[in-house]
């Protein structure tokens, strides 16, 4: 073999180990490079159609500026109020990804109503609940409180009468839509009694008063008070009865005299019978 074969095979088997490890080296991917446009669809005011032009991705996540979301390679949303959103396109692949943002303004909807509304207690009032409208795009309201009081106000201040737990019902329109939301409101710390008491302007036949409610008695009177009303329920002297929401009947009775009627109880009131000399 001569000196130049000798280089040549040299030279080709060189070129071949050369090859070969080119050959065995991994492929460098590529980091993805996000890019989209939009574009307004006619007759559809609210519509548009996205075109994914990014660069080496496999994956897509896109936010609208409305709150909703996809991982489609190239959606079609629709809008359903005016206003101007921010459209974000993330592409991915394997070794990375890219971000991009465009703004699309809309505009000429039909305004559709959106109902929400929020509640809390006034201080000091665990009955009375204040409601403060969040509706988007209504004029019109109708409250349901789950305890048969209603408004159309638009932010009603409701007092419930007793304790428990209450669905709050608001439906919003306008001249296009109505929409309509509920959320439960509990109700604690209500009194769950009332109370009567039983007195008199003087004392007749100089004997005590007897006081029956329901057929049971109650107590006696035994003081009274010319001119004016009691201060309060539960005085010494008086008859005080106390229960839960209701109307009942009573009798009462001294030596020569006797007194019969209905009294009615109202959860936390305390109110007074007065039984005439």
Known sequence: MNTLNFRFNNILLLLTLISLVISCQPAITPQPVADFSIEKITGSPGKIKLTNKSLNAKRYQWTFGDGR???EEAPEIEYKT????TVVLT???DVGQDQVSNSVEIGGLVKYVTAGFDYAP???SPSRIQFTNRSMNADRYQWQ????QASTEPNPLIEFKGNGIYTARLIAKNANSTDEVSKSVTISGVPTSGSVMFWTNGRGDGSDIEVYVANAMQGVINTHQANGTPSSCGLDGYVTFQNTDGTYSFYAQSKSRSWSGVITIKNGECRMKLLPQ
């Not at 005016?82 to 959103?85: Q, S």
């Open 122 to 124: 006034i201080n000091g």
């Open 145 to 148: 409180f789950g305890d048969g």
């Open 82 to 85: 005016d206003g101007t959103y």
């Open 69 to 71: 979301a996809s991982t």
């Open 91 to 93: 592409a991915k692949n």
